[in-house]
């Protein structure tokens, strides 16, 4: 059975998803107005260097939170440690190779992307800062999912929910006081300090007696570290490749200003999608908890179960009523600034993140089985067929827009929602079937 906090700690998720939506949409509103849609967009082309550095991370990031789990379901807090410590330097060795062949290679692209000389000098000039603050973004990530390891995904929520509303008010404030685009690096960094600060208390009082830092990394725990994320390596790997491709696509054919609408439609229907993912992301320790000695095919139904009833009961009306009164709320959101191919664009990501959406409590269970090969193929097939779509049909044809571009994604995310139930569904059958060991619940025997 679900641990007596696992309903607790689904709340926290959709309260702290819910602060930092609403903490999206304020700072959101006052970057457009005070940037304009052309400047807003080169600095989410900057920021495709943090896309790209999210490489950094190489999966480790959920397999460490779920290998903590497993560790400390069977009381080897050894391994706990020994995990935690391999993946930590892993992670930072990786985060500042890419970060180095980041600040050589952008000043190389950004001639090609066609934008106006002071945008590409812009660009230039900030992308060693970006890229340095992205390793470090990647660190503090890996550091913070220590915490759903021991069970406290709760105060990783918190952790993640501070960084968002730390890096908005400094970037607003900062903007407001006529910085320009540094004012939003600047409080970017502010927001990951907090988070760091904040997950090392949280670290420190959920593993008093753990002795964290006293676990000395090992070869072993880096083999089963890429054993249970070498799919979401790829995963990793897809994303990263995609989302750049999407924005330089809209930026040659559309303008920096397409990119920005864009970006606004798709993060605002993410992050309203969040409220309720992040909740559902406590699925995943406690199938790591149920599974850490063998599987229970019947408890992890339940548990998927009360996920998939929480959609349809709670999320699927929030939904239809957000969906038919986007308009408005677009319009208040940003004034004169509202466009009808930003409300349109929101629309169909929205419709597309709803689908998805009931594909996550699949998702979750494979990941705490350590079923992950299907992870990697559901975003093969969402990130393949939307670029499939954009590269081969809209270019060619001359269509590429914030609205085409966003129903290529949208209709990727709900193809790949179906194969994933469908992966689901067969591996449970499997493990009711065999009762066989998860590859991923061996125990690990510590070593130098």
Known sequence: MPTPGFHRKLTVGVVGAGLSAGTMLWSYRAYVRGLGYDTYGVWLLLTTVVTFLQLGSVGLTPAVAKLVAEALGVGDREAARVHIRTALLAVSACAVILATSAAVLVPLAVPRLGLAPAQQTLIVGWAPWVAALSAYAIGVDTFTAILPGAGRIDLQHWCQTLMTVTTAVVSVVLLHAGMGVQALLIGQMAGYLA????????????????????????????????????NLIGSSVL??????????????????????????????????????????????????????????????????????????????????????????????????????????????????????????????????????????????????????????????????????????????????????????????????????????????????
């Open 195 to 230: 988070q760091h600060l904040m997950a090392a208390l949280c670290t420190r009082a959920v593993f008093a007696d753990l002795r964290l830092w006293r676990g000395r990394p090992s070869m072993a725990s880096l083999r089963r570290l890429v054993d249970v994320g070498h």
């Open 239 to 448: 994303q990263v490749l995609f989302v750049p491709v999407n924005r330089v696509l809209l930026a040659q054919h559309a303008g920096p200003a397409a990119v920005s609408i864009y970006e606004l439609a798709y993060n605002g229907s993410m992050r309203f999608r969040n409220l309720f993912e992040t909740g559902l992301r406590a699925v995943m320790p406690e199938v790591s908890r149920l599974s850490a000695v063998e599987p229970d095919p019947r408890a992890i139904t339940r548990l998927h179960g009360q996920a998939m009833k929480l959609l349809w009961i709670v999320v699927v009306p929030i939904y239809a009523a957000v969906w038919l009164v986007a308009p408005a709320l677009i319009q208040a959101w940003l004034g004169d600034r509202a466009t009808a191919t930003l409300i349109a664009a929101f629309r169909v990501t929205m419709a597309g993140a709803l689908v998805s959406l009931f594909a996550v409590p699949a998702y979750y269970v494979l990941l705490g089985l350590g079923r992950t090969r299907p992870l990697f193929v559901e975003k093969l097939v969402q990130l393949g067929l939307a670029l499939a779509l954009v590269a081969g049909v809209l270019v060619p044809t001359h269509r590429v827009g914030a609205v085409t571009v966003s129903s290529a994604v949208a209709f990727g995310m709900a193809v790949s929602a179906v194969y994933l139930r469908r992966a689901y569904h067969l591996h449970l059958g499997a493990i009711g079937r065999t009762d066989a060991p998860l590859v991923a619940s061996r125990p690990l025997v510590a070593q130098s």
